[in-house]
């Protein structure tokens, strides 16, 4: 049995379809081995009895040079994402096996809406290597397209209104980059990726600094570079945040009247242009109702904590 070299070799274009979706290569061989891994029980305690690195099934009722044809397919309609993810699934597992590579036909790009029976791929190859590769390849593509799908729908909501959806940092640990990916397949807008890359001033921050000032300032001089977003609770608390430099607001929990009040009265405290986003509790029903508050986004945790998959299957061919 081969054992994962650095670097599998991927399908010819795998690679530059990673990097124009924004995505680390490296990190998504990770994410893919560690599915894999965690499928073939690689690396970590297994029971008595158990063939760790093994697909017991497949191995023992499908020869080795078996090969076959298999459609990945959609089950329900829905928004795709995660379509260059297969090809890294299927190369990684060859890898692994010692077995040839499969050849992966893509039909379909990230972004696409699909109906029920739409065919997204057809795989070639080995059939034990469709096989072993089968679920780690529906686990993470049917979480991406359902993500995709559910952002959809708020996109299509908020069309007209002005105001964009945001993603925020409530994501499956380990899965945050392939995620707010999924968000950008289905027209959202990533917010902050992570603690490092902009300052997100809360209650918490507010308390333990004794003031919105305070706070602000604190960040502004250890991390100049940094962008900082301010939350706030209230029309007073918005009002004070501008004034001492914030033009990037968060408004937390208000109601539509509180949140437009809110709004009028931090943009007129400053004749710069501040960016405002709302969140808390915000559900499809209410999204106009939100954006014509002025907002320039609303920011939905549910969309990576709490999106369904979209259902898609690996149809193996009876040739």
Not at 7 to 33: F, K, Y
């Amino acid at each position: 049995m081969n054992r994962w070299e650095s670097e599998t070799a991927w399908p010819e274009g795998t690679l530059e379809a990673l990097i124009a979706a924004g995505l680390d290569a490296q990190r998504v061989r990770s994410v893919v081995r560690d599915a894999l891994a965690e499928d073939l029980g690689i690396g970590g305690a297994t029971v008595a009895g158990a063939a760790a690195g093994h697909d017991v099934t497949s191995e023992s009722t499908i020869a080795a040079e078996a090969e076959g044809t298999a459609h990945v397919v959609a089950r329900a309609p829905g928004v795709i994402g995660g379509i260059p993810l297969i090809p890294v699934v299927l190369a990684e597992v060859a890898a692994w096996t010692g077995l040839p590579a499969a050849r992966v036909e893509l039909l379909r790009k990230d972004g696409d809406a699909v109906v029920r029976d739409d065919v997204l791929a057809v795989l070639h190859g080995p059939v034990q290597v469709l096989l072993i590769a089968e679920r780690t390849l529906l686990n993470l593509v049917c979480r991406t397209s359902g993500i995709a799908t559910h952002t959809r729908r708020w996109v299509d909501e908020l069309t007209g209104t002005g105001a964009q959806v945001l993603d925020t940092r409530k994501t499956t640990p380990g899965l945050r980059m392939l995620e707010k990916y999924a968000v950008r397949c289905g027209g959202g807008t990533n917010k902050r990726m992570g603690l490092y890359d902009v300052a997100m001033v809360k209650d918490n921050h507010k308390i333990a600094a004794g003031s919105v000032a305070g706070a602000y300032r604190r960040v502004r001089e250890r991390f100049p570079e940094v962008a900082v977003q301010v939350e706030v609770t209230t029309p007073a608390e918005a009002v004070e945040a501008v004034r001492v430099g914030a033009r990037f607001l968060l408004m937390d929990n208000m109601s539509t009247a509180v949140l437009a009040e809110s709004v009028q009265q931090a943009r007129q405290a400053t004749a710069e242009r501040i960016e405002i986003e709302a969140t808390g509790g915000l559900t499809l029903e209410v999204a106009a109702a939100y954006a014509r508050t002025g907002v320039d986004y609303l920011s939905v945790g549910g969309l990576t904590h709490s999106s369904p998959i979209l259902d898609l299957a690996v149809d193996l061919l009876d040739e």
